[in-house]
Nanobody
């Protein structure tokens, strides 16, 4: 079992930056694909970014590509999401997720992920 705890959300003006962190319990963290998803009010949960266990492959949604950067530190059991040039449409609850099964690549479908954090709110004001 893996527990995920997100932090770093908050209120920021458009154009600003935030860094989200996701701390994971368990020694198996380093084997898992890690992803960030977000869900805005009235919308479905959507993929934001993901990283393979060895950081060799990162994948981003088109809406955040070039602005967000995902990274991980397996020694610290932590995955990060650096968010720059934030826009009001980035406002959402951001979730960290772990995929224990995928061996290659980064799934972009929420159902592929086995463990989820409780979410952290990001609000971008215009």
């Amino acid at each position: 079992q893996v527990q995920l705890i997100e932090s770093g959300g908050g209120l920021v003006q458009a154009g600003g930056s935030l860094r989200l962190s996701c701390a994971a319990s368990g020694r198996t963290f380093r084997r898992y694909v890690m992803g960030w998803f977000r869900q805005a009010p009235g919308k479905e949960r959507e993929f934001v970014a993901g990283v393979t266990w060895n950081s060799n492959n990162t994948t981003y949604s088109d809406s955040v590509k070039g602005r967000f950067t995902i990274s991980r530190d397996n020694a610290r059991n932590t995955v990060y999401l650096q968010m720059n040039s934030l826009k009001p449409e980035d406002t959402a609850v951001y979730y960290c997720a772990a995929d224990r099964s995928t061996l290659e690549g980064v799934p972009m479908t929420a159902t592929m992920y086995d463990y989820w954090g409780q979410g952290t709110q990001v609000t971008v004001s215009s």
